[in-house]
């Protein structure tokens, strides 16, 4: 297992990339790439190594091959800037050629960027990806409801990137959703968070487009691993990315199939080579060809374990108290609140209202007799990590 990847790490290390204290102080000599025992061996980066350096201390290239500094969302806490390489620019570009070329993304369209444009990496890949296609695009930094009506009404924008939430947001009012679904858009490639098959099939009635996810990481780039038409998982390309999946508790590899914690490795001469970085996503790896006929490997995604709740012995994501939400008409945002009692806190949303069969598959979800409370939509935000309060004090 792995024998190519760590073939392809080990001539990377040759080359000097990992040469920076930051990398060498973690590969104790040539040896570590003879098996995947010794390799499992190098110790996690995690978030906090990368956040406690300077990018520099990082960077495998001199300024001359650095393509520009980009940083991180900050949604888990302080930015951390990367420098990205000439390099990592035409990788990226194969990977976008590979995951949007099977939704016929080309020159015609009109791609229509509706997320914050700063130093954030994500965004700025987002616009890149249609560049790549040879598409046009516009961004839409503050992409309310009315800002997001507002554009397609002047700009006939056929292919939308962003996040689930945000193009969730027009669900519920008539005349944005007759607006929408009258539009040039076609197609909407969703990031920054998962897509649960209840909230996909929300967005295409409103839009009256097809949905797809698109899979990311500030510390790789957006898009890292993408769904084909088959919707059966994100594809991504492991002649770039070594992947990884351990236990959560005892950091060993999971058989294969088996849920754990993502790994990656970076297979490239990359600006910021990430060497066993501990991702806290909670995947599993599915290797059988896809329906699609694509031979690449899939990340079939949970979410985040920081995001979770340990349930006694198991393990509850949001993406699975909100297939039960949508799959019973529910489109707002939600939040759970754990003190002495279990609290799921839902937006008023017309129409709906948690009858008893849903207030028993609460209950035996989280273990406990769930308290539901209704609160003004608009009071809970998605700030790109969880789902916030608002105006309103926790």
Request: glycine share 8%; net charge negative; charged share 25%.
């Amino acid at each position: 297992m792995f024998e190519d990847q760590i073939k392809k790490i080990n001539e990377l290390y040759k080359s000097g990339i990992y040469s920076q204290p930051f990398y060498s102080n973690r590969i104790k000599g040539s040896e570590v790439f003879e098996s995947y025992e010794k390799f499992s061996k190098i110790p996690f980066m995690y978030k906090d190594d990368i956040r406690s350096s300077m990018p520099m201390d990082r960077a495998s290239v001199g300024l001359k091959d650095a393509f520009g500094f980009f940083s991180s969302s900050g949604t888990t806490g302080k930015r951390t800037l990367y420098l990205y390489s000439n390099k990592d620019k035409a990788v990226h570009e194969e990977f976008v050629k590979t995951y949007f070329t099977p939704h016929g993304v080309n020159e015609t369209d009109i791609g229509g960027v509706f997320a914050p444009v700063d130093c954030g990496v994500m965004a700025q890949t987002m616009m890149w990806q249609f560049t790549t296609m040879g598409a046009s695009y516009v961004n839409l930094v503050e992409p309310s409801p009315e800002n997001m009506i507002d554009i397609i009404r002047e700009i006939p924008i056929s292919v939308i990137a962003t996040r689930p939430s945000v193009v969730s947001s027009i669900i519920g009012n008539p005349e944005f959703e007759k607006i929408a679904r009258e539009s040039s858009v076609r197609l909407l490639l969703l990031g920054g968070g998962f897509l649960t098959e209840g909230r996909r099939m929300a967005i295409e009635k409103a839009w009256g487009g097809k949905c797809y996810g698109m899979l990311g990481m500030s510390e790789v780039f957006g898009p890292l691993a993408g769904e084909c038409p088959c919707k059966c998982g994100y594809h991504f390309r492991d002649d770039y990315l070594m992947v990884e999946v351990v236990d959560p508790v005892t950091h060993e590899p999971v058989k294969d199939g088996e849920y754990g914690i993502a790994i990656y490795t970076t297979l490239w001469d990359k600006g910021f080579p990430i060497l066993r970085y501990w991702t806290d996503d909670y995947i599993k790896v599915e290797t059988s060809v896809c329906e699609c006929g694509s031979r690449l490997p899939r990340i079939i995604y949970k979410g985040r374990l920081a995001d979770c709740l340990k349930v006694e012995n198991d393990y509850v994501f949001p993406s699975m108290l909100e297939e039960l939400l949508f799959a019973n008409g529910y489109y707002g945002e939600y939040r759970v609140v754990r003190d002495d009692k279990t609290m799921i806190i839902l937006e008023k949303t017309e129409g709906f209202k948690a009858n008893e069969e849903m207030r028993e598959q609460f209950n035996s979800m989280f273990k406990d007799d769930v308290i539901i409370k209704y609160i003004d939509r608009g009071m809970l935000l998605y700030d790109g990590h969880a789902v916030r309060f608002k105006d309103l004090n926790e």
